[in-house]
């Protein structure tokens, strides 16, 4: 017992010491979910823990960043302009054009938009919306969501095939026994 009382106040002044430079560090972890390199080497991070997108030199000197409503959690960069979902309750794909730094638009797509993934022609934005269970494919120029396709469950990630046809749609999580010797993923694959 008497080892426990010598090392208590030590834990406790460490805690209080890790308490106050909580208090004077007014900066919040960016925890960044991704990351996307422009076509000068500039690297722009979704920062999940602190909602916003930075547009970071090749130095690392911060060069812009733009705030989101909700913590991004995916950024891809296509002809200039940086396709940003970010998710939380609701979901969004959000168009920056880099040449200006603005914003031209801001599209509701589902709860855990995430992976944005461009088609081959650079003319849609796919978004896969996680707790939505579905994919939205977007109008890369005007943000408008031309269709949304239902998928197995928890779409995660995706890859274009290399005629740009088919998107195959990794599912998280699929509903099956998880108890047996192997649990496999499902792949959706949309036309």
Do not use: F
Request: hydrophobic content about 40%; overall charge negative; proline content about 5%.
């Amino acid at each position: 017992m008497r080892g426990l009382l010598k090392i208590a106040p030590i834990i406790i002044s460490a805690t209080l010491l890790l308490c106050a430079a909580e208090v004077r560090t007014p900066l919040r972890p960016m925890y960044t979910a991704d990351v996307a390199i422009t076509s000068d080497g500039s690297l722009l991070l979704a920062n999940k823990g602190t909602s916003e997108v930075t547009l970071l030199d090749k130095e690392g000197k911060r060069l812009h960043s733009w705030s989101t409503d909700e913590p991004p959690t995916g950024v891809i960069v296509v002809e200039g302009k940086a396709y940003v979902t970010s998710s939380y309750d609701r979901g969004h794909l959000t168009c920056i054009d880099l040449s200006d730094n603005s914003i031209k638009y801001s599209t509701r797509t589902g709860m855990g938009a995430c992976a944005p993934t461009v088609s081959a022609d650079q003319s849609k934005i796919y978004v896969l919306n996680r707790y939505k269970g579905t994919v939205s494919e977007v109008d890369a120029a005007t943000g408008a969501v031309q269709r949304e396709v239902k998928v197995l469950r928890e779409p995660c990630d995706a890859a274009l095939s290399p005629d740009g046809r088919y998107l195959y749609v990794n599912n998280y999580l699929p509903a099956q026994r998880a108890d047996v010797d192997y649990v496999a993923a499902d792949v959706s694959i949309i036309d």
